[in-house]
């Protein structure tokens, strides 16, 4: 498993964690930064999450805008909290992050959603992040 597939796993147990408990994500991210200070050997998993749960707090509102505009009639409070956390990665990479391909940032939502949410959340995640690149 990649560096940066680490940190989006990483990114979405903070944005997961955050959004069931009703905390503050910043709150959540300093905390993991806490730990993550413990843990030298996950440095580069741990830089690219934080620089994940950094762009989705500062452009919070923008991503959930797109998410709401191209989730074709799912209301964001109404998703599974996974997606949710999913989808505002995958957006955050696609729109604000010129490093990562958006095919890239697009495959490894869904592999997450399949391995981790509801069995037609890959499908979910792909069809919102798919338009939202369209769009874009």
Known sequence: MSA???ARKRALDILFSADVRGEEVAVVLAAAAKRA???PTREASWLYARDIVDGVI???DEIDEQITTHSRDWKIERM???DRALLRIGVWEILFNEEVPTAVAID???ELAKELSTE???AFVHGVLARIDRAN
């Open 58 to 60: 500062d452009h919070r």
């Open 80 to 82: 599974p909290a996974v």
């Open 120 to 122: 037609d959340s890959g």
């Open 37 to 39: 200070a413990n843990e």
């Open 4 to 6: 940066r597939t680490k």
């Open 108 to 110: 490894e939502a869904v």
